[in-house]
């Protein structure tokens, strides 16, 4: 209640000349800020997240902008490296003074930037990272995109073990706060007994060779692993089980694996099936005649020249969105306090997405589906759904 009565008098203040013009808003713009990995082992994610939120963004100004203001957004690449997000984090927020950041990638890239944007307030809005840090513990300016890499494994292993005969887990995960998030879940499902644990291997983030971690998992007799690893490592972690005869062997990647470089480049090395995901969102191959999905894509493969959006698109585009929807919902006299008040009144379906969005001021996580897909064919298929 107390936190309600905050927002009603930020509102209410928000119209005052003392508070019109917030940190990076001017009359004309609205800086916001973004920090990603263009150059690391999850730049198939970053690098068209922000192509795809910039030709949205440059879509939104051509027509006007926000209440007559332009967003502007800064990009600082930090190539998975914790130090060099914290360097990306003080330069944007001290520096170029941004509102708000945007789809900021990284488990460990966004802990260490929250010591910034959390002493001043700085909404983090739709980070590319399922972990429940995002949204846990509940802070005003946290803004999760879709439900946490824990909740949609724990879906994901107990379809599998209901489902594919998923019955003993290895763990094959960088030893990070991405990783930790994995390996959380599946061993909650172990100790209910749901499933039995097996051999649990940590990797760095430049490890190539997983011979001798597959070895492990082979005498460990476990018949799937849960993977939490970048995108080339999941694909040539994989690849090489396959070429060891471990034919049976299962896969399940949280929602960093569920990408359409995953499935494509696993079709290319001739691994057809045996893996699975789950994320909040859902693939966009499948939902490519669906009016809104194609008019999109449309406008991506328009502005770039490229064939096909993909999955770190289908973020961007969708992370953008948020945004604009709760500027637009802010009105033109912006503050921190009116943006995350608009924010908490979002209910919308993304089209984009394919899911639900829906936050409030106990709840800022955007969307809570979970859906569970594996790859048939080259492609991600759709398998069960979790509200």
Not at 111 to 131: D, E, R
Not at 334 to 361: C, P, Q
Request: hydrophobic share 45%; proline share 4%; charged share 20%.
């Amino acid at each position: 209640m107390k936190y309600l009565k905050s927002l009603a008098a930020a509102a209410t203040l928000a119209a005052s000349p003392l508070l019109a013009q917030a940190p990076g808003v001017t009359d004309d713009e609205i800086k916001i800020g973004g920090a990603h990995d263009l150059s690391g082992i999850f730049a198939p994610f970053s690098v068209p997240a922000v192509t795809a939120a910039k030709i949205y963004f440059d879509e939104i100004n051509a027509n006007g902008g926000i209440h007559g203001r332009k967003i502007n957004y800064i990009v600082e690449d930090h190539g998975y490296q914790v130090p060099k997000a914290a360097q990306a984090a003080n330069k944007l927020i001290n520096r170029d003074q941004v509102f708000a950041m945007l789809l900021n990638l990284g488990t460990p890239q966004n802990l260490a930037m929250f010591q910034l944007m959390g002493p001043q307030g700085v909404p983090n809005v739709s980070p590319i990272t399922a972990a429940r840090q995002m949204v846990e513990p509940l802070e005003p300016w946290k803004f999760a995109g879709t439900a946490s890499y824990y909740a949609a494994v724990k879906a994901a292993i107990a379809y599998m073990q209901e489902n594919e005969g998923t019955q003993k887990v290895c763990l094959m995960i960088l030893p990070t706060d991405f990783g930790k998030e994995i390996e959380a879940a599946v061993h909650e499902l172990a100790e209910a007994g749901d499933i039995e644990l097996g051999a649990e291997i940590g990797h760095k983030p430049d490890e190539s060779d997983f011979t001798g971690a597959l070895g492990k998992v082979k005498d460990s007799g476990c018949d799937t692993v849960g993977m939490a690893l970048g995108i080339s490592q999941m694909i040539n972690a994989i690849t090489t089980a396959r070429k060891l005869g471990m034919d049976d062997l299962k896969f399940m990647l949280s929602s960093a694996g569920f990408h359409t470089v995953v499935a494509k480049g696993l079709a290319a090395q001739g691994v057809m099936d045996g893996v699975y995901s789950a994320a909040g969102w859902q693939d966009l191959e499948a939902r490519l005649g669906e009016p809104e999905v194609a008019d999109w894509v449309a406008k991506y493969k328009a502005a770039t020249g490229e064939d096909y959006p993909g999955t770190g698109a289908l973020l961007g585009r969708a992370g953008a969105g948020v945004l604009v929807a709760a500027l637009e919902a802010a009105g033109p006299d912006l503050t921190r306090e009116g943006f995350i008040a608009a924010m908490e009144s979002l209910d919308y379906e993304d089209k984009i997405a394919g899911n639900h969005v829906d936050f409030s001021a106990t709840d800022h996580e955007g969307a809570d589906e979970v859906f569970v897909n594996r790859i048939e064919n080259g492609s991600w298929v759709l398998v069960q759904t979790l509200d």
